[in-house]
Protein backbone atom coordinates (compact mmCIF):
# COMPACT_ATOMS: atom_id res chain seq x y z
CA UNK A 1 0.00 0.00 0.00
CA UNK A 2 2.58 2.89 1.75
CA UNK A 3 6.34 2.19 0.84
CA UNK A 4 8.41 4.95 2.10
CA UNK A 5 12.37 4.37 1.41
CA UNK A 6 15.11 6.45 2.80
CA UNK A 7 13.00 9.30 3.69
CA UNK A 8 14.78 12.55 4.75
CA UNK A 9 14.20 16.26 6.47
CA UNK A 10 16.48 18.03 7.79
CA UNK A 11 15.99 21.95 9.87
CA UNK A 12 19.28 23.48 10.03
CA UNK A 13 21.52 20.94 11.62
CA UNK A 14 18.91 18.97 13.14
CA UNK A 15 18.03 15.59 11.04
CA UNK A 16 14.07 15.90 12.01
CA UNK A 17 13.35 12.59 9.52
CA UNK A 18 16.62 10.76 9.35
CA UNK A 19 17.27 7.62 6.20
CA UNK A 20 13.08 6.77 7.21
CA UNK A 21 11.85 3.38 5.51
CA UNK A 22 9.14 0.92 6.08
CA UNK A 23 5.80 -0.08 4.49
CA UNK A 24 2.53 -0.57 5.88
CA UNK A 25 0.35 -2.97 4.20
CA UNK A 26 -3.52 -2.38 3.13
CA UNK A 27 -6.54 -3.03 5.07
CA UNK A 28 -4.28 -2.72 8.58
CA UNK A 29 -3.95 -0.65 11.51
CA UNK A 30 -0.76 1.04 12.02
CA UNK A 31 0.98 2.86 14.62
CA UNK A 32 3.54 5.66 14.74
CA UNK A 33 5.50 6.05 18.08
CA UNK A 34 8.15 7.74 19.54
CA UNK A 35 9.06 10.75 22.29
CA UNK A 36 8.07 14.39 21.81
CA UNK A 37 10.34 15.56 18.94
CA UNK A 38 11.08 12.30 17.50
CA UNK A 39 9.70 13.20 14.19
CA UNK A 40 6.37 11.84 13.84
CA UNK A 41 4.41 14.77 12.72
CA UNK A 42 7.17 15.77 10.17
CA UNK A 43 7.00 12.40 8.75
CA UNK A 44 2.99 12.48 8.24
CA UNK A 45 3.60 16.45 6.50
CA UNK A 46 6.25 14.32 4.31
CA UNK A 47 3.69 11.94 2.98
CA UNK A 48 0.40 14.08 2.80
CA UNK A 49 2.67 16.71 0.91
CA UNK A 50 2.29 19.60 3.52
CA UNK A 51 6.14 19.40 3.64
CA UNK A 52 8.80 18.74 0.71
CA UNK A 53 11.51 16.01 1.61
CA UNK A 54 15.15 16.48 1.39
CA UNK A 55 15.38 13.06 -0.21
CA UNK A 56 14.00 9.51 -0.34
CA UNK A 57 10.58 8.41 -1.86
CA UNK A 58 7.16 7.50 -1.26
CA UNK A 59 5.27 5.07 -2.68
CA UNK A 60 1.63 4.67 -2.92
CA UNK A 61 0.84 1.57 -4.64
CA UNK A 62 2.82 1.81 -7.70
CA UNK A 63 2.62 5.36 -7.85
CA UNK A 64 5.63 7.43 -7.00
CA UNK A 65 3.92 10.66 -5.06
CA UNK A 66 7.26 11.85 -4.08
CA UNK A 67 6.86 15.56 -5.50
CA UNK A 68 3.30 15.26 -6.21
CA UNK A 69 1.04 17.99 -4.62
CA UNK A 70 -0.89 18.19 -1.57
CA UNK A 71 -4.01 18.35 -3.89
CA UNK A 72 -2.70 15.55 -5.98
CA UNK A 73 -1.86 13.47 -3.52
CA UNK A 74 -5.59 13.70 -2.27
CA UNK A 75 -6.90 12.40 -5.35
CA UNK A 76 -4.89 9.49 -5.45
CA UNK A 77 -5.72 8.32 -1.85
CA UNK A 78 -4.67 10.25 0.92
CA UNK A 79 -7.09 11.46 3.40
CA UNK A 80 -5.41 12.90 6.63
CA UNK A 81 -6.83 14.88 9.87
CA UNK A 82 -4.95 16.68 12.05
CA UNK A 83 -3.33 16.58 15.60
CA UNK A 84 -5.21 19.87 16.64
CA UNK A 85 -8.93 20.13 15.46
CA UNK A 86 -9.97 23.80 14.74
CA UNK A 87 -13.50 23.60 12.70
CA UNK A 88 -14.14 27.01 10.46
CA UNK A 89 -15.62 29.16 13.05
CA UNK A 90 -19.04 30.40 10.23
CA UNK A 91 -19.40 26.40 8.82
CA UNK A 92 -21.45 23.94 10.12
CA UNK A 93 -20.96 20.54 10.02
CA UNK A 94 -22.72 19.94 7.10
CA UNK A 95 -20.64 22.73 5.25
CA UNK A 96 -17.08 20.57 6.67
CA UNK A 97 -17.95 17.42 5.34
CA UNK A 98 -18.44 18.77 2.24
CA UNK A 99 -15.37 21.04 2.02
CA UNK A 100 -13.78 16.99 2.74
CA UNK A 101 -15.78 15.51 0.19
CA UNK A 102 -15.43 17.51 -2.98
CA UNK A 103 -12.01 17.23 -5.07
CA UNK A 104 -13.41 20.56 -7.00
CA UNK A 105 -12.89 23.75 -5.13
CA UNK A 106 -15.17 25.73 -7.33
CA UNK A 107 -17.87 22.62 -6.83
CA UNK A 108 -17.61 23.00 -3.16
CA UNK A 109 -18.49 26.78 -2.55
CA UNK A 110 -21.45 26.01 -5.47
CA UNK A 111 -22.52 23.08 -3.08
CA UNK A 112 -22.56 25.63 -0.19
CA UNK A 113 -24.28 28.44 -1.41
CA UNK A 114 -26.76 26.54 -3.85
CA UNK A 115 -27.89 23.53 -1.65
CA UNK A 116 -30.94 23.16 -2.29
CA UNK A 117 -29.95 21.84 -5.62
CA UNK A 118 -28.29 18.29 -4.26
CA UNK A 119 -29.87 18.72 -0.90
CA UNK A 120 -31.94 15.28 -0.22
CA UNK A 121 -29.07 13.25 -2.28
CA UNK A 122 -26.06 14.70 -0.10
CA UNK A 123 -27.84 14.60 3.27
CA UNK A 124 -28.26 10.90 3.42
CA UNK A 125 -24.43 10.43 3.04
CA UNK A 126 -23.42 12.68 4.88
CA UNK A 127 -25.44 11.66 7.88
CA UNK A 128 -24.30 7.86 7.51
CA UNK A 129 -20.87 8.87 7.58
CA UNK A 130 -21.88 10.99 11.17
CA UNK A 131 -23.10 7.92 12.01
CA UNK A 132 -20.03 5.39 11.23
CA UNK A 133 -17.74 7.85 13.83
CA UNK A 134 -20.94 8.27 16.06
CA UNK A 135 -21.03 12.00 16.02
CA UNK A 136 -24.61 13.03 16.94
CA UNK A 137 -24.59 16.32 15.94
CA UNK A 138 -27.34 18.07 13.34
CA UNK A 139 -26.11 18.73 10.08
CA UNK A 140 -26.67 22.44 10.50
CA UNK A 141 -25.08 23.14 13.96
CA UNK A 142 -22.24 25.21 13.71
CA UNK A 143 -18.57 23.37 14.05
CA UNK A 144 -17.36 25.77 16.35
CA UNK A 145 -20.13 25.18 18.75
CA UNK A 146 -19.29 21.37 19.00
CA UNK A 147 -17.14 20.58 21.31
CA UNK A 148 -13.76 19.43 21.76
CA UNK A 149 -14.39 15.38 21.57
CA UNK A 150 -16.94 15.99 18.82
CA UNK A 151 -14.70 18.04 16.92
CA UNK A 152 -12.10 15.45 17.12
CA UNK A 153 -14.78 12.75 15.72
CA UNK A 154 -15.93 15.72 12.63
CA UNK A 155 -11.73 15.65 12.14
CA UNK A 156 -12.19 11.76 11.37
CA UNK A 157 -15.57 11.74 9.76
CA UNK A 158 -13.85 14.73 6.91
CA UNK A 159 -10.85 12.32 6.85
CA UNK A 160 -13.00 9.51 6.06
CA UNK A 161 -15.54 10.87 3.53
CA UNK A 162 -13.15 11.86 1.41
CA UNK A 163 -12.32 9.12 -1.55
CA UNK A 164 -9.71 7.42 -0.53
CA UNK A 165 -7.09 4.46 0.37
CA UNK A 166 -5.32 5.56 2.80
CA UNK A 167 -6.12 7.54 5.91
CA UNK A 168 -3.76 9.24 7.88
CA UNK A 169 -5.04 10.06 11.95
CA UNK A 170 -2.83 12.19 14.22
CA UNK A 171 -3.52 11.93 17.89
CA UNK A 172 -7.05 10.89 17.48
CA UNK A 173 -7.37 10.54 21.28
CA UNK A 174 -5.34 13.66 22.45
CA UNK A 175 -7.21 15.42 25.04
CA UNK A 176 -11.00 13.40 24.82
CA UNK A 177 -12.62 11.93 27.72
CA UNK A 178 -13.40 7.87 27.89
CA UNK A 179 -16.06 8.27 26.48
CA UNK A 180 -15.13 9.62 23.04
CA UNK A 181 -11.81 8.05 23.43
CA UNK A 182 -13.91 4.50 23.39
CA UNK A 183 -15.86 5.78 20.91
CA UNK A 184 -12.80 6.28 18.51
CA UNK A 185 -11.83 3.12 19.33
CA UNK A 186 -14.69 1.13 18.20
CA UNK A 187 -14.50 3.43 14.94
CA UNK A 188 -10.98 2.65 14.11
CA UNK A 189 -12.07 -1.71 14.42
CA UNK A 190 -14.72 -1.15 12.60
CA UNK A 191 -13.04 0.76 9.51
CA UNK A 192 -10.26 -2.29 9.81
CA UNK A 193 -13.31 -4.17 9.37
CA UNK A 194 -14.30 -2.87 6.18
CA UNK A 195 -10.95 -2.84 4.45
CA UNK A 196 -9.68 0.62 5.49
CA UNK A 197 -6.08 1.05 5.88
CA UNK A 198 -5.04 3.75 8.52
CA UNK A 199 -1.58 5.40 9.61
CA UNK A 200 -2.08 6.23 13.21
CA UNK A 201 0.66 8.77 15.45
CA UNK A 202 -0.59 8.21 18.95
CA UNK A 203 0.84 8.96 22.72
CA UNK A 204 -1.39 7.04 24.56
CA UNK A 205 -0.22 3.51 24.65
CA UNK A 206 -2.94 1.95 26.49
CA UNK A 207 -5.24 3.17 23.84
CA UNK A 208 -3.03 1.88 20.71
CA UNK A 209 -1.37 -1.18 21.28
CA UNK A 210 -4.48 -3.38 21.53
CA UNK A 211 -5.95 -1.54 18.23
CA UNK A 212 -2.74 -1.56 15.73
CA UNK A 213 -1.62 -4.49 13.87
CA UNK A 214 1.70 -2.88 13.45
CA UNK A 215 3.81 -0.13 14.82
CA UNK A 216 6.90 1.72 14.01
CA UNK A 217 8.78 3.56 16.70
CA UNK A 218 10.79 6.97 15.93
CA UNK A 219 13.53 8.20 17.90
CA UNK A 220 15.92 11.41 16.82
CA UNK A 221 14.70 11.08 13.91
CA UNK A 222 15.46 7.60 12.64
CA UNK A 223 13.08 4.27 12.59
CA UNK A 224 14.37 2.39 15.87
CA UNK A 225 11.82 -1.20 15.25
CA UNK A 226 9.27 -1.88 13.55
CA UNK A 227 6.91 -4.84 14.40
CA UNK A 228 3.78 -5.94 16.00
CA UNK A 229 2.68 -4.50 19.45
CA UNK A 230 3.61 -7.91 21.30
CA UNK A 231 7.42 -7.34 19.48
CA UNK A 232 7.86 -3.58 20.58
CA UNK A 233 6.82 -3.94 24.04
CA UNK A 234 9.33 -6.79 24.16
CA UNK A 235 11.91 -4.16 21.94
CA UNK A 236 14.84 -2.73 24.11
CA UNK A 237 15.20 0.09 21.61
CA UNK A 238 12.11 1.20 21.88
CA UNK A 239 11.72 0.26 25.71
CA UNK A 240 14.80 2.53 26.55
CA UNK A 241 14.04 5.58 24.52
CA UNK A 242 10.31 6.11 24.67
CA UNK A 243 7.86 3.50 26.38
CA UNK A 244 9.76 2.38 29.92
CA UNK A 245 7.78 1.80 32.86
CA UNK A 246 4.33 2.54 30.89
CA UNK A 247 5.30 -1.05 29.77
Do not use: C
Not at 132 to 157: E, F, H, M, T
Amino acid sequence: MLTVNKLRKSFGGLHAVDDVSFKIARGKITALIGPNGAGKTTLFNLISGTMKTDGGSIMLDADDITALSIEERSRRGLARSFQLSRPFRNLTVEDHLLLALERDDDLFWRNIFFKRETKTEKHKHLREVLDRVSLDAPLNKPAADLSYGQSKLLGIAMAMIHPHQLMLLDEPVAGVNPVVRETISHVLRKLREQGETVFVIEHDMEFIMPLADEVIVLDHGRMIAHGTPKEIQQDPDTLHAYLGAQL
